[in-house]
């Protein structure tokens, strides 16, 4: 039972530490720019050429050293070498001995730095060849890292062109928001005006400055336009009527149109101020009253309408 707790435990705490990673990594991923790593890497690269050519230089200076040793170690050697000959030379052979005897030790000293002489020299080519090899790559990860902070540089600014264009960045996405709020209400109270200007046209609402509206005066002057629209349309058709030919197509050559009933259309005077005739008109007109008749006994001037007509003297 134990195990099993113990088990059950080492697995939550796994799998917190897996949610924590993963946020974590997620956050870090989000406040990465490449731009700065590439910086980073381009320093640390930098910072290990540095070191190389330290090194190159520790080297040098080891195998410099080395090569001063051996040149005291040679000077001392030669001194060695005339000295056992004077001593020889003197009959001193016993000095001349020690002489060779520490020529000898020089001369091994001698071939232990000449070694290590070599071997330095061989370490420095080496690491002047890392040295030149590394300053060419980092020189090649500069270029590189140029491009692509510049390319990285474009395109996040070509995203954020156009998540403005469009609307959905953080900056203008306040700014897309209040403009379609504004049009919303822009169009509302264009609305609320055409209802308002309806019901007052309507007689619904009454106008505050203006006084109430007179609801048979509206009827009235409704009336009142359409009649002025009957009116000039009245005047169009005659117009047309007037332009018209006199003579239609298919008539008579007297004059008289081939209708059904064969009735000549009356005459019009033509002229800026001749009357205008259209059917309305001749459809409105009253009838002719008919003639009145003399009564007898009284005289012609006594009747109504009559007097001015001409006797029967003065028709001949």
């Keep these: 039972m134990y195990m099993k707790g113990t088990a059950a435990r080492m697995g939550v705490m796994k799998r917190v530490s897996?949610?924590?990673?993963?946020?974590?990594?997620?956050?870090?991923?989000?406040?990465?720019?490449?731009?700065?790593?590439?910086?980073?890497?381009?320093?640390?690269?930098?910072?290990?050429?540095?070191?190389?050519?330290?090194?190159?230089?520790?080297?040098?200076?080891?195998?410099?050293?080395?090569?001063?040793?051996?040149?005291?170690?040679?000077?001392?050697?030669?001194?060695?070498?005339?000295?056992?000959?004077?001593?020889?030379?003197?009959?001193?052979?016993?000095?001349?001995?020690?002489?060779?005897?520490?020529?000898?030790?020089?001369?091994?000293?001698?071939?232990?730095?000449?070694?290590?002489?070599?071997?330095?020299?061989?370490?420095?080519?080496?690491?002047?060849?890392?040295s030149q090899r590394l300053q060419a790559k980092v020189d090649a990860f500069r270029t590189r890292k140029e491009t692509i902070k510049a390319t990285y540089t474009a395109a996040e600014a070509q995203t954020r062109i156009n998540e403005a264009f469009s609307g959905i960045s953080e900056e203008m996405g306040d700014v897309g928001m209040a403009i379609q709020r504004a049009e919303d209400k822009t169009a509302q109270m264009q609305a609320r005006a055409g209802a308002i200007d309806e019901l007052m046209a309507s007689g619904a609402l009454d106008d505050a400055v203006g006084g109430r509206r007179d609801d048979i005066q509206s009827e009235l002057d409704m009336m009142s336009a359409n009649s002025d629209v009957e009116r000039e349309l009245a005047m169009l058709k005659g117009e047309l009527t007037t332009g018209a030919p006199k003579q239609l197509e298919g008539s008579a050559p007297n004059g008289t149109s081939q209708g059904t009933q064969g009735q000549q259309a009356p005459q019009q005077e033509e002229g800026p101020y001749a009357p205008q005739y259209s059917p309305q008109q001749e459809q409105a007109q009253p009838p002719q009253q008919p003639q009145q008749t003399q009564p007898a006994g009284l005289p012609v001037s006594d009747l109504p309408g009559l007097a001015d007509e001409p006797q029967d003297g003065d028709r001949s």
């Design 18 to 130: 897996l949610v924590f990673k993963a946020k974590a990594n997620k956050a870090l991923d989000k406040m990465e720019d490449p731009r700065e790593t590439l910086d980073y890497s381009y320093q640390r690269q930098l910072e290990l050429l540095t070191k190389v050519r330290r090194g190159v230089a520790d080297v040098a200076t080891s195998r410099k050293r080395v090569e001063l040793q051996m040149n005291q170690l040679q000077q001392q050697a030669d001194k060695l070498q005339t000295q056992a000959r004077k001593a020889l030379g003197m009959g001193r052979e016993d000095l001349a001995r020690e002489a060779l005897t520490r020529k000898a030790s020089a001369q091994t000293q001698l071939d232990e730095l000449q070694t290590q002489y070599a071997q330095l020299q061989a370490e420095e080519e080496k690491l002047t060849v890392a």
